[in-house]
């Protein structure tokens, strides 16, 4: 299994229709929107296996909550 790069690493940079994708899709796997924008920040490639653990489920209700 691959393993997904520091979310702090590519959170801050993906466009906000991938933010939209992996946040409305109620799936705790990676749309493909999602793992092809971390690859272009970070150059890892993101299986489609990949998903979000509570801790980046947790950093991203942070980022949203200071955007609020």
Do not use: C, N, Y
Not at 29 to 34: E, K, P, Q, R, Y
């Amino acid at each position: 299994m691959m393993t997904l790069p520091p979310i702090h690493d590519w959170w801050p940079h993906l466009s906000v229709d991938a933010r939209h994708e992996l946040l409305e899709s109620g799936s705790p796997h990676l749309g493909d929107t999602v793992r092809e924008e971390i690859r272009e920040i970070t150059g890892a490639v993101v299986g489609k296996q990949e998903e979000l653990t509570e801790e980046d489920v947790a950093f991203v209700r942070t980022q949203i909550e200071s955007v609020d």
